[in-house]
């Protein structure tokens, strides 16, 4: 599910032809016409110590040959590409695909995850279909092709050639540099010279960027720092770890602590992580301000005019996850643009702009990107702020406070309980939906202290996609309540090694004089009820959610 396959690293690594059977699934799901073109690949720096490239290069690489219908191989250079990247050399080669190794901000490791992600040759990850196609085709598998004496330096710069005895002859395999088409396309959508003068010029801004020992480092330093101009010392983290140091590459308040006590210090006006694979992002503003996920996306869209791309391309729609606040959608209905409430998964935003329906989408999980990819692009993001920053020469604080005067503030909070028994998080589910959908709990009443909420609808919900009338069903439980104020209870794919139960909490608040309050003490009640009719603590034994973004 969710374009791939991830699980604990131990269970590649003990279950003997694991990897190939999965990607040789994937591979005889693509159609025979499009094996005769090219494949780009990937490698993730969890892959270079527990799977090490040269067995990798056996197992997949090999595999992608299958029986002689692919002609042409992308890797990145030393193995190493970003997920944008990924998404943007396979759009500018025309590939028949892609496939990456990563488990996105899990942690790494041998007691951590391992994964294989399948993009499309839109660029995008694989849509349902796909990876239902993929997993009937692994229940009758008998064989997987391979070619075990393949040796290819991923070290050196162009096209090594190979006498494979098929039918291409030779057989191409191209290394290329892991930023430069990345790079180019990145210049073609934003002004270089505005950001490049924000960082350099006589009102210039200091930056802290953290790229959380991923992926990102040689990205941060050659288009933050070479391009832009930022000093080498404005980035940290930057070397690609296996384990990523010990620590989750997950770019929140619970895991980015280093940028956090540096941006706390006040002397840096702007700060950023990235998750291990660049496309996942966190805004910090001075002395630590936090800029949550949905905010940024809604702040975004109602500044893309500071984009050059926009200005150009025009603003057909945006799309947010379920959970997202529903802050873009105010943005959306200033604009007069349609907005598309999707399941999570950036499969369902891919749709939509290939159909020319949306040009920004993003998720409350910090994920944040627009048409120019069909991938969430953190990086992108990124340099999408520092052009805000450039154009309205406000701070960060300022213009989240400009944004919450004019279209009011979304006091939004997630609360992860992570790891916890697959059956016990599966009733808790179960037993949520029997109690919301049922026709007494309609309308009901719940009072905290001084605050009184009146459920005005519940549902499980359910989504129709608008290109192909597809309809996905059961991606969260959602309470409505006649102030708009929201509840959502959703079991989480992002990881396979135990289940995560997220609670989402949401409430609207116009009058600029009630602004100024902690998201926690504001949505306290909201969490009370939610804790209430879940249960989540006692029937968990949990005291409290493992992370509160």
């Known amino acids: 599910g969710g374009g791939g396959l991830r699980r604990p690293t131990g ?13 040789q699934s994937l591979l005889s799901s693509v159609d025979l016409r499009d094996r005769q073109g090219c494949t780009m690949n990937r490698f993730h720096t969890r892959t270079l110590q527990f799977y090490p490239i040269h067995i990798y290069l056996y197992v997949c690489v090999c595999l992608l040959i299958f029986k002689s219908l692919i002609g042409r191989l992308v890797i990145g250079q030393n193995g190493i590409l970003s997920t944008p990247a990924v998404s943007c050399i396979i759009r500018k080669i025309k590939a028949a695909g892609g496939i990456i190794l990563t488990a996105s901000h899990s942690p790494g490791g041998p007691g951590g995850e391992f994964g294989v992600k399948f993009e499309v040759a839109n660029g995008g990850p694989a849509p349902d279909i796909v990876s239902d ?8 598998l008998e064989e997987y092709a391979i070619c075990p004496d393949l040796r290819v330096d991923l070290s050196r710069l162009g096209r090594q050639e190979f006498d494979l005895e098929n039918k291409f002859k030779p057989f191409r395999v191209e290394i290329v540099d892991s930023v430069d088409i990345y790079l180019n396309l990145l210049r073609s959508i934003f002004d270089f010279n505005a950001i490049r003068n924000l960082l350099t010029g006589p009102n210039q801004i200091k930056i802290r960027i953290d790229a959380m020992n991923g992926v990102m480092g040689p990205y941060v330093r050659r288009i933050l720092c070479d391009e832009l101009g930022a000093p080498a010392n404005s980035a940290i983290n930057c070397i690609p770890l296996e384990d990523f140091g010990g620590q989750p590459p997950d770019p929140n308040l619970t895991y980015a602590t280093a940028l956090l006590e540096a941006m706390r210090g006040g002397e840096y ?25 949905s905010d940024s996306l809604a702040i975004i869209a109602a500044n893309l005019s500071c984009i050059p791309y926009f200005c150009q391309m025009g603003v057909r729609g945006f799309g947010r996850s379920m959970p997202t606040s529903t802050a873009l959608d105010k943005v959306a209905k200033a604009m007069k643009v349609p907005v598309y409430e999707t399941p999570t998964g950036w499969r369902y935003f891919s749709n939509l702009m290939d159909s020319g329906r949306c040009s920004l989408c993003g998720e409350e999980s910090f994920g944040t990107g627009s048409d120019h990819l069909r991938e969430k692009d953190g990086l992108w993001a990124v340099l999408v702020w520092l052009s805000i920053l450039a154009a309205r020469k406000q701070s960060v604080e300022e213009i989240v406070r400009d944004h919450w005067t004019k279209f009011g503030r979304h006091y939004y909070c997630r609360f992860d309980y992570e790891a916890l028994e697959p059956r016990t998080a599966y009733f808790i589910m179960r037993d949520l939906e029997t109690l919301i959908t049922d026709k007494s709990f309609s ?8 605050n009184i909420y009146s459920v005005e609808r519940t549902d499980s919900f ?8 597809t309809v996905t069903k059961r991606q969260g439980l959602r309470i409505i309540f006649s102030d708009a104020s929201r509840l959502i209870f959703r079991m989480s794919a992002s990881s396979h090694v135990r289940a995560t139960l997220r609670i989402y909490a949401e409430s609207y608040e116009k009058d600029p004089s009630q602004h100024n309050k902690e998201p926690q003490a504001v949505l306290s009640p909201l969490i009370a009820i939610a804790l209430k009719i879940s249960q989540i603590h006692e029937r968990t034994g949990r005291k409290g959610p493992t992370v509160i973004t």
């Not at 269970?11 to 990607?23: D, G, I």
């Not at 700060?271 to 996942?280: E, N, P, T, V």
């Not at 910090?284 to 996920?293: D, E, M």
């Open 443 to 450: 309308h009901q009443q719940f009072a905290v202290g001084n």
């Open 133 to 140: 196609k993929i997993y009937q085709i692994s229940k009758t």
């Open 462 to 469: 359910e989504y129709i996609d608008p290109v192909d009338g």
């Open 11 to 23: 269970l590649f690594e003990s279950q003997r032809n694991y990897l190939p059977n999965f990607v």
């Open 269 to 293: 006006g702007f700060g950023a992580a990235f998750d291990a694979d660049g496309d996942r992002y966190m805004i910090l503003g001075q002395n630590g301000f936090f800029v949550n996920a």
